[in-house]
């Protein structure tokens, strides 16, 4: 019995505000986020889980109301917490070459992957055979492409960092990844 997971990553934030888990989308991410309800309308999703963080939420909020269903959130599916340092491509490389590594108040990205595979599990588990949508972020989604392919890495990441909104299709069998197809990215420039 195959799940399809499509993991949402977020459309366009609002850089300037403070708080990360109050970040809106900018007016453009939220024109963006028709495209992602437009994309999954005829995917027959059965259920929508996202990270607690705003800008997550309302990148999939229209394609929920499209087929009635609520949103559950999941802590565990939020983003990486971030440290004092900074997040350029020296830091990027240097969390992507040792997993371990983390700014201190921050997360590294073994922390990251953990918390994300055992809220997938959990969802594989209670939600086997059907076609779900998981509304993520950058690394939380790039912690868990590493988990099931280990060659995906700091290039990988950087590859996708700035496609807000960014679609990609995982299909598994019981827990094994089976099948993954990228789908929709809108490149955009944030930094």
């Not at 280990?150 to 909104?165: K, L, Q």
Request: proline share 3%; net charge negative; charged share 30%.
């Amino acid at each position: 019995m195959t799940t399809r997971i499509y993991f949402v990553r977020h459309a366009l934030p609002v850089q300037e505000h403070a708080d990360d888990r109050t970040r809106p989308l900018t007016e453009e991410g939220l024109a963006d986020s028709a495209l992602v309800r437009d994309f999954l309308r005829d995917k027959n999703i059965s259920v929508f889980y996202c990270s607690p963080y705003r800008r997550s939420l309302d990148t999939i909020r229209s394609a929920a109301a499209c087929y009635h269903k609520e949103i559950k959130t999941d802590e565990r599916l939020r983003e990486r917490e971030s440290g004092p340092g900074k997040n350029n491509y020296e830091m990027f490389r240097k969390r992507w070459e040792d997993h371990t590594f983390h700014e201190e108040g921050g997360e590294s990205i073994s922390m990251v992957r953990k918390r994300n595979i055992a809220a997938l599990t959990d969802i594989l588990g209670t939600d086997a055979g059907k076609n779900i949508v998981i509304g993520t972020h950058g690394t939380a989604l790039s912690s868990v492409l590493n988990y099931y392919d280990p060659s995906f890495s700091c290039d990988g990441f950087m590859r996708i960092i700035d496609w807000m909104p960014y679609i990609i299709e995982l299909d598994f069998d019981n827990t094994t990844l089976v099948r993954k197809t990228e789908h929709i990215h809108i490149e955009k420039q944030y930094n």
